[in-house]
Every structure is written in C-alpha cells, then in structure tokens.
C-alpha cells in the first residue's frame, strides 16, 4: 500500500470511500508519522488514544453508510484553539496547565463534519510571533531543513502539513500567521475574510485582526476545510451572518477574464531577487491560465505595518489582563494581590508577550492614545480605502508573501523590528479584514520553498481559491521536504 | 435652594454632581446568558465569559440597551442611535476581564434632564449629561478569613446604568431629592428595583464649594459608591465643610478619590490623583456599535407607564390635589397605584388624598410597614371615605374606624354595623337629646345667651351623650335654632 500520509483530503475521503483503506488505518499511519517527526516538535499535546477511537466511529459511520463531508480525516488544531478536556496553552507556561470545559466552535464544526483530532499544534506564544520560536514548549522546526524556521505564529500547523503529521490543520492568522508559515514550510494556506469563521473559544490576540482559517496540502484541501468550518456563530458579535459557499465547487482551474491587480508598492526597497522573480512567474502563470494582469496602486501600504503593530498590541496588552493568576493558569503567589500579578504574569508571560503588552500598553496611555492609536485606526481606515478602490477594477490581487525563505533559526532574533518586517506583505489585508491565500509557487535559489499570495475582496474568498487553484495548476509545485 | 456654608471669612455654596449606578432588571447579565437574579449561592451565576476564560467573547443582551433607553426616555433624555462599547482597563481580582465593558464617548444616551420637588414646595431642574451601559464588578470578601480574600463573581457582569448629572445640585436636600427622583422613575418604569440595600442604585458623589457669587467651579472630590439617601446627604455635609475649612485656612483641594465613612462621620483619601488610574479606554474590539432605530426606540416609548411628574400633575389638575399631596403620592410608584384605587372608589378626591396621606401614610410609618404588606386594603379605605361621603359616619368616628381597620383588616361597614357607629341623622333623635342637656344646665343656657361662643360647650355635651354619633353640622343646626 502506498504511504496513506502522502494522500490529500479529497484522495483520503474516495479511498475511504471505496474501501481501499479504513479510517483507523489512515489515522495509524498519521499517528506512525508524528512519531517519526517528532524532532520537528510540531506537536505540544497528541491524542492519539483519542484519535483512533474517533477512527472507529469514522469506520462505523462509513460502513452504516453514514459518511460526513470529512469523515476520518485526521486534522490537528493550532493549541490556541480551546478543546474540551484537552490541555490548550497558547503557547505559553501561563496555561500550561489549562483545560478548558468548553469547545472551540470551528475545532466543533470540523468534528461535526467527521475530522478526527491527532492534537494540539505549536505556535509562537499566544500567537505573537513569526519564527515559531516563542513557545514555551520550544520552537518548531522547519521539515524543509531542521536549522530552519517552520515560521510563525502557526508553526506547528504548517509543519506538521508538511511533513504529513497532520492530512490538514487548523492556524490562526492576525498578521500573517497562517500565510507564512505556509509559504515557508511550502504548503497552502488561506485566511479567510474577518468575520467568516467564529473567534469563539480561540484564545484571542488582537480581537478586531484575528481569524481562523485552514492549512492544507493544497488549495483544495483547504477550501474542502473552510467550507468545513466556517459560518455565523451567535456567540462571537463579530462573525458575519452571511452563507457559507461550497468552495471547493469553484475550483475550475479556469480564470479566463480575471483581472488579477499587482500592486505596485509592494515592490519594496531590496527586494531579493528570486523573491521579484517568483512573482514575475506567478504573474505569468496566471496569464497562462487566462488572467489578465493590470497594474494597481495602494498608496498606504508603507504605513499598513507599523500601524499594524500599534492596533493588535494595544488589544493584545487589555485581552492578555485576564491572565492574572486569580482563577485559572500560572499563578505565583505574592504577599498582596499586586505582587501575586506580577509575578505571575512576568514569569506565565515570554519576552515577546511582554513586549508587546508593554507597547499595547503605552499606545493606549492618556496622552498617547491619539497620537498612537487614533492614528493607526485612520491608518488601516485609509489601508481599507486603498483595497476597496483597487477592487473596482480588478477580481483580486497577486503579490509575494514573505521577503525571503524560511530563516535559519535564531537570525533576526535579537532585533524585533527587523522580525516584524517579515509580515511586510502580510498584515495589509488584516488591517482589512480581507481574506488572503498563500500558495506554493516554486523553490528559492537554495532549494527552499516560496510562495506566492492572492488576496480578494471581502467574503470573495471563492475568487481567492479560483485564483490560487490556477496559480497552483501552472506552477506544478511538487517538491516535498525531505523527511 | 442653595444651602450656604457659613465661613469665618464669609459664606460658601456647595456644587454637586451625583453619578448614580442603578442595576438593570433584565434576565441574564450584560454581556452574557448568566442570570443576573440577586441571592444566589456566591459564585453560582458565573459563565466562563463572566469570569473571563480564555476565547470567550461577550455578547450584548438586548434587554439591557432596551431598558437603558427607555431609563433615557424616562429622564427626557436625547437617544444616540448608534453607541460604542468601550474597554476601562484595570486591574483588580474582582474584575475577571482584566476591564470593564463600559461606554466612553458614545454612550447610549445623552443629555436629559429631571425635575426634582423640594422640601418648600419649589421644584428645581437638574441636568442629565448622560447615562451609559456598562458592566458591574464582582465582589471582593475579605472579612472570612485571616490571610485570604474570596471572590463572588455572581455580579460580575450584570448590566448596570450609570446616569451622570451635571453639577447643578446646590445642596444636600437637592441631592437627596435627585437621587430619589432617579430612584422613583427607574421604579417606574422597572428598569431597576431601586433597593440600595442590595446595593441595585448606589452613587459616587462631586463636590467643590466656592464663596458665594463666584462664578467658577472649585477643584472637586469624588466619594464613592455611598448606598443610602441618609449617607449621601452627610458626606455632601461632611465633605463640603472639610473642603471650606481648608480653604478658608488658605489651603488647597486636592483633586481625588475620597471615602465617605459614615461611622466616623468623615471622609478620607481612597485615592490621590497621582494614584488615579489610567482606564486606557478603547472601543472593544469585540463588539460591534450598538446601532437601534426609530422602531426600536418608538417600541421603548411605548411600553413606558405613566411617569411621576405626568401623574403629579393629573393628581394637581384632575384630583385638585395640592403639589405637596401630589408630589408625596407619587414619589412611590406603589403608593401612587394604591391612592388610585382608592380614588376611583370616592367622589371627593382631595378627601382621599388626605386619607392616604396622613392616615393611611402615619400608621403605616408607625407600624413600620411597607405599603406592599399594607392591613387595609384600597378597596376598603374607599368604603371608608364613601361612609363619611353619604353621612353614614363622621369623619372624627370614621378615624376610629380606620384604627380598627388597621389592626383587624375588616371591612369599614362591618366594624361599623358590630360597633353600632352609624351616625345620628334623625333630627327628632338629635332634638331629644339636645332637649335634654338644655334642661339640665340652665346656667350654661343663661350664658351662651351673652356669650354665643359657648354653643360648642353644648355640641361637646351632645356629643358626648351620643358617643360622638350624631352628625355635627345636624347638631350645630339645631342648636343654633333651640338657643337662639
């Protein structure tokens, strides 16, 4: 038999279907998989044991004739996401020992919809971050080379899709953090537009930028995902009533009169060279499929990052306060209530949390809060300007993702800015709330994987998938880490 | 009316604003299904979103913006169609989030206005400048146990109004008199329950003082959370002297955060203004603004009930009430529905009024009864005041009457019938009687011939033989005839 953790989602579910495996079968090889990449550490907690009792029922249900959309696919949660009776900690040794009662609502639909969960994935503590360095658990490495960054924060959910620990996962994505990851372990991934998937039971970084979105082998695992897990959710104020599309039907490969926009200020200064050329390509791929190709302009894009880091600190330093000590997490006990906070949250809390807590913090001080963050709201009110009027002559938008491959771990570490500056191209269409795909495109100059980003209007996640679909059939990206 | 402070260097007034914090009657918490129900076991009424789990999200309930705008339409208050939840960030072991849901700039209404009665008959208006929606704080314990503080989470979370008055209060008794007339309206409409004692409406009060004739506004101080009528009006005392006193001693206010102690009849520094916290407000991120319509608002102005100063001035015009009866009648929505009732049954109905008033309103004083737990019922106190009406009783006797009634909660004719209390109307009855005490004090008849003044010795004799039954003005008459 072939190796049943090389298969996708859609080739799983038909063999499945026909018999030519069982669900406990193809979760073994998984759960066998995970062991042989351990070293990877894309994994903070397994449930294994879990796994394949789900594998059964799995079994039962498509022997009864019962099969769910998703039936015995055996996806793994970024561990930001709240799973009920498994242990979730952001990442952090403040919930290292947390348990929530209470289920996610996407980590739910994706179970309702028959997915089996193998565990809870590695992240950038508390979702801040872009190397997958600042986990308390360790950092994750990079399938493509073990010296190399899996990217942040939902490294553990790119790698384990790319070194087939998990079919498919489950990433969150304030600035970047599904996208490039996904570029850099050479997989797919898409945010979805905010609002599209529920934030409810997903431990929050900055409310008004996160979502929850799919990583996949390719694009079509991750629209069969979406499809999966996305959709109105009366306990999150924010999530869209809107219907959810069967994304996977648009998946044509036909683009024929799309007008894909390339936006010219995302030729940054120093842009490397296979980084101008990947794109370059991807431009004419999309061509090839029958796009066209127009040239746009959003004239606030220097100013989409720094304003970016303003807004999702100043959320993060007032949702981050609940980790006081007082009802459940790290605690450190102090001789008054003020020192127990203190301790608890200097020693719960990395060095990347606390910075940008303390910066959330001051851009929100009186005396600050208008010169800081009035400012980076009007900011990302013009960014959003930029897009909608760029969307009225073009379907979506074609640009890079990362400025460069995946980073050998421990470079750019000891400055901050510089690490920020990898989500360069990423977090303007957060500050948006537009939904945004990374898809594999070709190999840098040292045999690394790149991708390339398409972005769409808001809720046209359809157009993105169509475009990345396209952009994924002409680049016959096929090169697959070696394990 | 102003109050004035008389200095050693001259006289002050006192500037007052009040900030009143009264719970919403609804069913479950602001931004949560919790209940918002007052009595249950400490930290039964908790969700993992009061007590701030990690991924949880608030979402608004209705009903709290519902009553919150009828409590503004109340107050004759501007309704702001769109309104902005916000985050006040700080820190305390009671506020699981980390910071409270509140509203800053947008709040959900805006200014408004109250016309508060006095205690010389005058009334005053006091300016609303807003009320907002925001989250209540759960409660700290630190009396049970040496070293450990315990937490009650049940009122973390329950939606409470927080209505903020300009500083047009000029003395204790207006403040007073504001507060209740915030509590009187929020019982109305029943938005809150008003009970201070659970602590549903409590205030925070500003004061500054300044020498009479001054325009500007002295630095102030604010107490805080004060649970009663009596205590408002003495912290207002306590700390507008304080205030005085050191000024007039050439020192200066500092502005801050002070605690009223009732017990020690002072207050004291809570918080200085170097200490005073940094909220770093923000619009909450997760929540969209509240946007409501015309509909919804149309649908709030519709289920309000008559309002107090309506009722008071149907009372004045319809009734003839005076504006003192009016004013006390409808300071409580129950006592107000009570002399209704009792209205509706009468013909005179300042004559009822007074019945409410004095003697309904004295006995249950002394009785130290609620109007709730009242002996008398509406319907019979009505029986009683129609007994006077038709002459069956006079009003001195209906007075006995009305005591028995009190104590026993029988029916006026039935008391009256078993205690043989009909009034005397029969003139050849009356005349017998009045015959009677002519014959046996010639002396007092020779007398009242020059002096007809001593007539009333006489209708205290008739009286007197009639156990108080025969009805004066009859008696008045006819002696007037007999001894002419």
């Known amino acids: ?483 | 009316m102003t109050a004035i402070i008389k200095g050693t260097t001259g006289d002050w007034e006192m500037v007052i604003g009040l900030e009143v914090h009264a719970q919403i009657i609804s069913q479950s918490k602001l931004m949560s299904c919790s209940p918002a129900s007052f009595g249950a076991q400490p930290n039964e009424n908790v969700s993992f979103v009061d007590s701030a789990f990690p991924g949880m999200l608030p979402v608004v309930n209705k009903e709290c913006v519902r009553q919150a705008v009828r409590t503004g339409l109340a107050l004759g208050a501007k309704i702001n169609k769109k309104s902005v939840f916000a985050r006040k960030n700080y820190f305390y072991a009671d506020l699981p989030q980390g910071y409270q849901i509140s509203q800053a700039d947008q709040p959900t209404v805006g200014e408004g206005v109250v016309t508060i009665d006095l205690q010389d008959g005058t009334t005053k208006e006091i300016g609303i400048e807003r009320l907002h929606i925001e989250q209540d704080a759960g409660k700290s314990i630190h009396d049970q146990h040496p070293e450990k503080s315990f937490i009650d989470l049940n009122r973390s979370g329950v939606g409470l109004m927080e209505i903020v008055s300009n500083p047009d209060i000029r003395s204790a008794e207006e403040a007073g008199a504001y507060f209740t007339k915030i509590q009187t309206i929020v019982q109305y409409i029943d938005s809150c329950d008003g009970i201070m004692a659970r602590g549903s409406m409590r205030a925070d009060v500003n004061v500054s003082v300044r020498r009479v004739g001054d325009k500007n506004l002295g630095t102030r101080t604010e107490c805080k959370n004060i649970n009663s009528v009596r205590f408002i009006k003495q912290a207002i005392m306590v700390e507008a002297t304080r205030q005085v006193e050191i000024l007039e001693n050439g020192g200066v206010i500092d502005q801050e955060t002070r605690l009223f102690d009732a017990e020690k009849g002072e207050t004291r520094t809570m918080r200085s203004k170097e200490d005073a916290h940094d909220y770093r407000y923000f619009p909450d991120p997760d929540l969209l603004p509240v946007v409501i319509d015309d509909e919804f608002i149309n649908e709030c102005k519709d289920s309000l009930p008559e309002l107090p100063d309506t009722k008071k001035e149907r009372f004045i015009n319809e009734f003839g009430l005076s504006s003192y009866d009016g004013a006390v009648l409808v300071a409580n929505k129950k006592n107000a529905s009570y002399f209704e009732k009792v209205a509706s049954g009468v013909k005179n109905k300042k004559l009822a009024a007074n019945w409410v008033v004095s003697e309904l309103f004295g006995a249950l004083k002394k009785a130290e009864l609620d109007i709730n737990d009242c002996p008398v019922k509406a319907q019979d106190l009505a029986e009683l005041i129609s007994l006077i009406e038709d002459n069956t009783i006079s009003g001195k006797i209906a007075k006995e009457v009305f005591a028995d009634m009190f104590k026993t909660s029988k029916k006026p004719a039935v008391i009256v019938e078993e205690k043989g209390l009909k009034q005397i109307t029969d003139t050849g009855a009356i005349e017998g009687i009045i015959d009677t005490v002519i014959t046996e004090n010639p002396n007092q008849v020779a007398k009242v011939k020059e002096n007809p003044k001593l007539i009333g010795w006489f209708v205290g004799q008739v009286m007197q033989k009639t156990a108080g039954k025969a009805n004066p003005a009859m008696v008045n008459k006819l002696l007037a005839q007999k001894l002419k």
């Open chain 1, 1 to 483: 038999m072939t190796d049943l953790t090389k298969l996708t989602i859609s080739q799983a579910t038909t063999g499945l279907k026909n018999k030519d495996f069982s669900a406990v079968e193809l979760t073994t090889s998984y759960i066998n998989q995970m062991e042989k990449t351990d070293n990877l550490n894309a994994y903070i907690t397994k449930t294994t044991d879990n796994a394949l009792s789900q594998a059964k029922i799995a079994d039962n249900n498509i022997a009864s004739g019962n099969m769910r959309p998703m039936e015995g696919m055996p996806i793994a949660h970024k561990d930001l996401l709240c799973t009920k009776g498994v242990k979730t900690t952001a990442g952090s040794k403040m919930l290292d020992n947390f348990t929530p009662d209470y289920e996610s609502t996407v980590s739910q639909k994706l179970a309702e919809s028959g997915c089996i969960s193998l565990g809870k994935l590695n992240l950038d503590q508390f979702a801040m971050g872009s190397n997958g360095q600042s986990s308390f658990y360790g950092g994750t490495k990079n399938p493509w080379g073990n010296d190399l960054v899996a990217g942040g924060s939902s490294s553990g959910s790119a790698c384990a899709v790319s070194a087939r620990s998990a079919i498919a996962s489950t990433g969150t994505d304030t600035g970047g953090s599904i996208r490039q990851p996904s570029a850099f372990c050479g997989v797919a991934g898409i945010r979805p537009t905010y609002g599209r998937c529920s934030r409810w039971g997903v431990v929050a970084y900055a409310s008004s930028l996160d979502q929850v979105g799919p990583i996949g082998k390719d694009v079509r695992d991750c629209a069969i995902m979406l499809s999966n897990m996305s959709g109105h959710d009366e306990k999150d104020s924010t999530s869209a009533n809107i219907p959810v599309p069967d994304f996977e039907a648009v998946l044509t490969g036909d683009v024929k009169g799309l007008k894909i926009g390339i936006p010219k200020e995302y030729y940054i200064d120093d842009m490397p060279q296979e980084i101008a050329k990947i794109w370059d390509n991807g431009k004419k791929m999309l061509v090839e499929a029958g796009a066209e190709i127009v040239d746009v302009s959003l004239p606030h894009t220097k100013y989409a990052l720094p304003a970016y880091y303003i807004i999702a600190c100043a959320e993060a330093s007032s949702n981050l306060s609940r980790y006081d000590g007082v009802r459940y997490g790290h605690r450190v006990s102090g001789k008054e209530l003020d020192e127990m906070y203190e301790l608890t949250r200097s020693e719960g809390f990395g060095e990347e949390v606390k910075r940008r807590i303390l910066m959330g913090t001051y851009v929100l001080s009186a005396g600050f809060y208008d010169a800081y963050y009035i400012k980076a709201q009007k900011v990302r009110r013009l960014v959003a300007n930029d897009f909608k009027k760029a969307f009225e002559s073009v379907d979506a938008l074609l640009t890079p993702i990362t400025p460069s491959p995946a980073f050998k771990i421990g470079e750019n570490q000891e400055d901050p800015v510089k690490m920020y500056l990898n989500d360069v191209f990423s977090v303007t269409l957060n500050m948006a709330g537009l939904p945004g795909m990374s898809v594999p495109v070709g190999l840098s100059d040292s045999g690394l994987p790149l991708g390339l980003q398409i972005i769409g209007k808001a809720f046209d996640e359809e157009t993105v998938l169509k475009a990345s679909y396209a952009l994924e059939k002409q680049a016959k990206f096929d090169a697959t880490p070696n394990i």
